[in-house]
């Protein structure tokens, strides 16, 4: 199998599970709240617990964007894995949030917005002589 090929995805699975993680990081507290689990939790605790996500998720994030950085020996340039975990984290935020939020809905306007996304992917892709 081509060397760019299994780094590019590796670069792809790392980044899926950091932003899996740091959606639970950044919105998992409104989850449990919502829940009548941390309803009652102080500020500063809810901020520990999402900093420790935080820090498993850099764990997958750290090596991602190493691993996949062109001058690293990966496929990638420094836009194009921004805009590819960009594209990343908005698909696994709105995952997470349709399946998990109560009352979360996608609309046309959000179908728009993916659509822009995947070109926003296929612009920095593109080969520019």
Known sequence: MNHNLVIGMATIVLLVISNVLMTFAWYGHLKLQQMDIS??????????????????????????????????????????LKVVQEAISLTVFTAIVVTIFKGEHLHWNHFVAFALLILAVHFAFMKVD
Request: net charge negative; hydrophobic share 55%.
């Open 39 to 80: 309803t009652n939790w102080p500020l500063w605790l809810v901020i520990i617990a999402s900093w420790a996500i935080a820090l498993l998720e850099y764990c997958f994030m750290i090596p991602a964007n190493r691993i996949g950085f062109v001058d690293n020996g990966g496929p990638y340039t420094l836009m194009q």
